[in-house]
T-cell receptor
């Protein structure tokens, strides 16, 4: 049973470029969550998606950030025109249902903006 | 606003001792709480959870205690082992699966 998969594990971008982070949930899971973690800090909720729907994006910055979870394929977190402050670890989690169900986390993507 | 805070940022224990990690929360409406373990370079790993209709729950070597009166959550690890060394996060569900995480406590286990 494969767990939550994220790729790439490490991503380096120059300021102004675009970053695309991918997340494949656990088999059978249709709920996906994205979190951001700065060094030595806790995880901060960004967005909660179900297939083809954004359920809660209250943690997403208003500009440059977007997320999708299409009917087929992985969930994508997209950051346009990256800035140094976007450097962080981005974690994806998935759950079987949306009712206080355990969230399983992936290994994360570490984004470095030069 | 909603927040989760940790009393101790770093906890050092001897191998074999019991460890207690504490957490305070501010949202009295929360009804689901979780403890996660995060090792360096990895994603958070679920340890144990508890719902607000309980005040204690036990797992293998771990116990979570919930005191809703003072909004306090704790994780007890029995017979701490070197493999327990990691950062531990408490989290609560603020509503419809949006988890709020604390800042974390680093547990260092010494032989």
């Amino acid at each position: 049973n494969a767990g939550v998969m994220q790729n790439p594990r490490h991503l380096v971008r120059r300021r102004g470029q675009e970053a695309r982070l991918r997340c494949s949930p656990m088999k059978g899971h249709s709920h996906v969550y994205w979190y951001r973690q700065l060094p030595e800090e806790g995880l901060k909720f960004m967005v909660y998606l179900q297939k083809e729907n954004i359920i809660d994006e209250s943690g997403m910055p208003k500009e440059r950030f977007s997320a999708e979870f299409p009917k087929e394929g992985p969930s994508i977190l997209r950051i346009q025109q990256v800035v140094r402050g976007d450097s962080a670890a981005y974690f994806c989690a998935s759950s079987f249902t949306g009712d206080h169900n355990e969230q399983f986390f992936g290994p994360g993507t570490r984004l470095t903006v030069l | 606003g909603e927040s989760v805070g940790l009393h101790l940022p770093t906890l050092s224990v001897q191998e074999g001792d019991n460890s207690i990690i504490n957490c305070a929360y501010s949202n009295s409406a929360s009804d689901y709480f979780i403890w996660y373990k995060q090792e360096s370079g990895k994603g958070p790993q679920f340890i144990i959870d508890i719902r607000s209709n309980m005040d204690k729950r036990q797992g293998q070597r771990v116990t979570v205690l919930l005191n809703k009166t003072v909004k306090h959550l704790s994780l007890q690890i029995a017979a701490t082992q070197p493999g327990d060394s990691a950062v531990y996060f408490c989290a609560f569900d603020s509503g419809y699966n949006k988890l709020i995480f604390g800042a974390g406590t680093r547990l260092a286990v010494h032989p």
